[in-house]
């Protein structure tokens, strides 16, 4: 799996991935984590997620990262937004109202472009990648955040050989080995989520959960 898996799901309009509202979990845990109202939050492989439209409805200054440029620029539209562009090395920076999403790379963001982000939300990205990416991932984007910082990370979890990812199956002793090193990580809820997911039923899947983990950078 690579960029090109993710292009051709943009451009083909096969985003099943995509929800119609923000994330009911989101809503119930952000509020605990106590960010700044105008704090920045990082939203790695953020899509045109309406989560991201829903943290800035809570003051948040939002820093996405994306490889589908389709997928940034459908956002904006659909805010009625049009936003200024500029390259960096990080990639191109589209920049409206609340909102700075990249079309790059997020193992290759680097800590000085990270250093504002007092939050983190990891909703899709962590689960959409294999386990080799998934490493790299963690020794990247996540290892690069400012101490102190703190957020929500959504998982799923089910038996991996009942169906191939992305979404991927990433379990709780797979979450602590990824992040622990640098990251205090805390289990605030699981919901079973079976009943809700026909596509995973119909692919023979016999259990799904969904994990959300609160987190905070060590340092």
């Avoid at 090395?89 to 920049?95: D, I, K, M, N, W």
Wanted: hydrophobic share 45%.
């Amino acid at each position: 799996m690579d960029a090109a898996f993710w292009h051709e799901r943009w451009g083909s309009g096969r985003i099943g991935f995509h929800q119609d509202r923000p994330l009911p979990l989101l809503c119930k845990h952000w509020p605990a984590l106590a960010l700044a109202s105008d704090a920045r939050v990082f939203v790695p492989l953020c899509g045109k997620s309406l989560d991201m439209a829903w943290l800035a409805e809570q003051g948040h200054r939002v820093l996405g990262v994306e490889l589908s440029e389709l997928a940034i620029r459908q956002f904006f539209d659909e805010r009625g937004l049009v936003p200024t562009c500029h390259d960096t090395a990080a990639g191109t920076h589209f920049v409206a109202g609340p909102f700075e999403l990249i079309r790059g790379n997020a193992f290759a963001l680097d800590a000085a472009l990270l250093a504002g982000c007092a939050g983190i939300y990891d909703r899709a990205a962590l689960i959409a990648l294999p386990p080799a990416l998934r490493a790299t991932y963690a020794a990247t984007a996540w290892h690069r955040m400012p101490a102190g910082c703190r957020g929500l990370l959504v998982t799923l979890a089910y038996p991996q050989h009942q169906k191939s990812g992305p979404p991927f199956s990433v379990d709780g002793e797979q979450v602590h080995a990824l992040l622990d090193r640098d990251w205090r990580v805390d289990l605030l809820d699981t919901c079973d989520i079976l009943e809700h997911e026909p596509g995973f039923v119909a692919d023979g899947v016999t259990a799904l959960s969904t994990g959300v983990w609160r987190v905070q950078r060590r340092g």
